[in-house]
């Protein structure tokens, strides 16, 4: 079964801290991969997306690695703000009988303290 | 509309009764997605659509759940015989085109409660 993990499930860091969130994946074969954020009570909004030959990509201070060999992915936030308090999701997409299919990850929850 | 649409926003409705939700994509939008997430859980997708084409229904839980997109724009998520398991935040979402690289954008979603 394709399946998304995330860890940690929560964390709390001191706001100007970095973060690293993980997500190991099983779906195969394999399209992209989306790190997601979603505000409390709001819809998720993407913040990066990775194919198979990219390894790394930035979006400001959200930096996420791939490696498609071991089916992992990473989100480090640098310099966290008050901000960066949310949910953040992992989807992954993948053909499925001639269909895209998205398996979502069940998120890490991050806070960030003054 | 300048985003996607939900309605209603919250729907509280006893057991054994059937709901209709709906989703108003963003215009010109192809896909359109159904996805449901419980309270602090990531979103578990349901179904999704290419104009009125329902590609992908592998993620309704049962035969209870049914969805349609008649015309190609405006869905329908029709849950009959409504569990109190059923609650959670049903989210819609668009995207402009096919290419599985398009960013798909999401709807504020219906709340819905089943006592």
């Known amino acids: 079964k394709n399946q998304v993990e995330q860890s940690p499930q929560s964390l709390i860091i001191l706001e100007g801290k970095n973060c690293t969130l993980q997500?190991?994946?099983?779906?195969?074969?394999?399209?992209?991969l989306r790190w997601y954020k979603q505000d409390t009570g709001r819809g998720p909004v993407s913040l990066t997306i990775?194919?198979?030959?990219?390894n790394t990509k930035s979006n400001g201070r959200y930096t996420a690695t791939l490696d498609a060999d071991t089916k992992q992915s990473s989100l480090h936030i640098t310099a966290s703000q008050l901000s960066d308090s949310a949910s953040y999701i992992c989807v992954v997409r993948g053909p499925s009988g001639g269909y895209q299919k998205v398996t979502f990850g069940t998120g890490t929850k991050l806070q960030v303290i003054p | 509309g300048a985003g996607v649409s939900q309605s209603p926003r919250y729907k509280v409705t006893k057991r054994g009764q059937d709901v209709a939700l709906r989703c108003d994509p963003i215009s010109g939008h192809v896909s359109l997605y159904w996805y449901r997430q419980a309270l602090g859980q990531g979103p578990e997708f349901l179904t999704y659509?290419?104009?009125?084409?329902?590609?992908?229904k592998s993620g309704l839980p049962n035969d209870r759940f049914s969805a349609e997109r008649p015309e190609g724009s405006i869905s329908t998520l029709t849950i009959q015989r409504t569990e109190q398991r059923d609650s959670a935040m049903y989210r819609c979402?668009?995207?402009?085109?096919?290419?599985?690289?398009?960013?798909?954008?999401f709807g504020q979603g219906t709340r819905l409660t089943v006592v």
């Open positions: 979402a668009s995207s402009l085109a096919r290419q599985a690289s398009t960013e798909a954008f």
């Open positions: 990775m194919t198979f030959s990219e």
């Open positions: 659509f290419n104009y009125e084409a329902q590609q992908d």
């Open positions: 997500c190991n994946y099983t779906v195969s074969p394999f399209s992209n």
